[in-house]
Antibody
Framework: EVQLVQSGAEVKKPGESLKISCKGS????????IAWVRQMPGKDLEWMGI????????RYSPSFQGQVTISADKSISTAYLQWSSLKASDTAMYYC????????????WGQGTLVTVSS | EIVLTQSPATLSLSPGERATLSCGAS???????LAWYQQKPGLAPRLLIY???SRATGIPDRFSGSGSGTDFTLTISRLEPEDFAVYYC????????FGQGTRLEIK
């Protein structure tokens, strides 16, 4: 059974840095992509970007390019989402998900990581 | 970027009724690469439909998808109490974008 386990909730202050994680298990993840999706409180889903675990090939949504960094460590089947300087507007639930290998619909989802940025 | 517009924003129906949710694209979605998700409060989205009309594993047959090009529909034939949730469409024909969601609420 495929499983994505995300790191726990975070409370940060504006200007701080943060790196959250998404660890896969259940099959060989290095041949898969992992996507990140943002959901601000009470709002809709926004695709942020996607990374191929084997070679770290990364694609960003234009809305998030330069705002976050997506990375991966294939040796531990883990993808990361990172901010260098958080803003209050980064407060959201962040989901990772596995796209179908052939087409990018999102088969399996992590449980989400809630990030709260407040002074 | 393909923009997806879902309608209506909110749909109020009773259990047993038929629900029809729409998703319109700003340009044609290649190869009908469109998916539908259900999201309940506090939970991650769940894949319902992919390739516009294929049901995901374990999804009841009361859920069906149709459409091509720029117009897509999710139909729930007979609403069960557990179907009241928010529904999102997503296209993956050109990068990835989501619609803004339709809230299906109990009338």
């Amino acid at each position: 059974e495929v499983q994505l386990v995300q790191s726990g909730a975070e409370v940060k202050k504006p200007g701080e840095s943060l790196k959250i994680s998404c660890k896969g298990s259940g099959y060989s993840f290095i041949t898969y992509w992992i996507a990140w999706v943002r959901q601000m409180p009470g709002k809709d889903l926004e695709w942020m970007g996607i990374i191929y675990l084997d070679d770290s090939d990364t694609r960003y949504s234009p809305s998030f390019q330069g705002q976050v960094t997506i990375s991966a460590d294939k040796s531990i089947s883990t993808a990361y989402l990172q901010w260098s300087s958080l803003k209050a507007s980064d407060t959201a639930m962040y989901y990772c998900a596995i796209p179908n290998p052939a087409r990018w619909f999102l088969d399996d989802w992590g449980q989400g990581t809630l990030v709260t940025v407040s002074s | 970027e393909i923009v997806l517009t879902q309608s209506p924003a909110t749909l109020s129906l009773s259990p047993g009724e038929r629900a029809t949710l729409s998703c319109g694209a700003s340009q044609s979605v290649g190869r009908s690469f469109l998916a539908w998700y259900q999201q309940k409060p506090g939970l991650a989205p769940r894949l319902l439909i992919y390739d516009a009309s294929s049901r995901a594993t374990g999804i009841p047959d009361r859920f069906s998808g149709s459409g091509s090009g720029t117009d897509f529909t999710l139909t729930i034939s007979r609403l069960e109490p557990e179907d009241f949730a928010v529904y999102y469409c997503q296209q993956y024909g050109s990068s990835i974008t989501f619609g803004q969601g339709t809230r299906l609420e109990i009338k």
